[in-house]
């Protein structure tokens, strides 16, 4: 069973009686393989001989016919199994795995869209030499197989049904796709990828377009930043000059005021000057005064008093 298990051939290799690798191979008129021992016991314990894996009903047992091409098939991959030369490849992050390695795997080669599985050089041999496998049809290793065949019937995707819009199989055509449209698959990718194409031309012309009215909108604001620096440049150099204008006229009253002090204090100087003179020629005639009055010759203060009245007349009376 784990040599079944190891094959990507399941349908082919497998006994759907015993779950194991086909021993003695033989074909029943539905298409099925069974081991000899394993469908002789089963058709002798059935009441009914029918077919154990599609339960299809004959009413006469068939004759067993042994698929010696299908022996010689199962003989090879467990030929490859059993020995892997050791020039190959061990698969690494990224690489898809051969579906036949046991143990630690070697790097797939090719994967098989008819097996379906993926092969490494040594596994790949068979679909060389065996001449029912060389039609089947090999591609670049994919990890993907799964997404190519039917999840209904497990066969490869062959046909694009455009009234369900999917791909599907051969058993889909003839079983669920009744009066349907359908056509092969390259030729549906034909007409997706001129619609493809007409949808690149559409997006490339809106991407122009884009890059366009980004690169206007790029200009624009860099035209605004620089009409903005522009400003800022003309609002400083104004304001520079007004400053200059106000420190100028600030510094020309400040000395109108300075030189108008000056003038001021100079001239109550002069008065406070005059003051004093007048303060002290009041205190000399007060002191004379005085001393007049305490004279006690009287000629001496009448020629006195006479002579200070005609200065006086003649030079004012001092306020």
């Known amino acids: 069973m784990a040599e079944a298990q190891l094959c990507g051939l399941q349908d082919e290799i497998t006994c759907s009686v015993c779950l194991d690798t086909l021993t003695d191979p033989v074909s029943i008129p539905c298409g099925h393989n069974f081991c000899l021992k394993c469908l002789t016991d089963y058709w002798d314990q059935s009441q009914v001989c029918s077919c154990p894996q599609c339960r299809h009903t004959f009413m006469l047992r068939p004759e067993l016919k042994r698929n010696n091409l299908l022996n010689e098939v199962i003989k090879k991959l467990k030929k490859t199994t059993l020995s892997s030369p050791p020039s190959q490849n061990y698969a690494g992050p990224g690489d898809v795995e051969c579906d036949f390695c046991t143990g ?12 379906p599985a993926s092969y490494c050089q040594t596994h790949l041999q068979p679909h060389y030499e065996v001449a029912i496998l060389k039609h089947h049809k090999l591609v670049h290793p994919d990890r993907n197989l799964k997404e190519k065949f039917c999840e209904k019937h497990q066969k490869s995707l062959e046909i694009f049904c455009k009234s369900d819009d999917s791909c599907i199989c051969m058993m889909c ?13 390259e030729t549906e990718r034909e007409e997706k990828q001129r619609q493809l194409g007409a949808t690149l031309s559409d997006i490339k012309r809106r991407l122009l377009k884009r890059e366009k009215t980004l690169k206007e909108t790029r200009r ?47 001239k109550a100087e002069g008065v406070m000057e005059q003051l004093k003179k007048e303060i002290e020629e009041l205190k000399r005639r007060e002191a004379e005064m005085k001393e007049l009055s305490e004279t006690k010759d009287h000629l001496h203060f009448l020629q006195v008093t006479v002579t200070h009245h005609r200065v006086s007349d003649q030079n004012g009376v001092c306020g």
């Open 104 to 115: 630690k795997k070697f790097r797939a080669v090719k994967s098989c869209l008819t097996c």
């Open 173 to 185: 055509v003839v079983t669920g796709h009744k009066n349907h449209e359908m056509v092969e698959l």
């Open 220 to 266: 624009t604001i860099d035209e605004m930043k620089m009409s903005v620096i522009r400003e800022l440049e003309e609002n400083e150099k104004s304001f520079n000059a007004l400053i200059r204008c106000i420190e100028e006229a600030h510094r020309k009253l400040t000395e109108r005021i300075r030189e108008q002090e000056k003038r001021e204090m100079e």
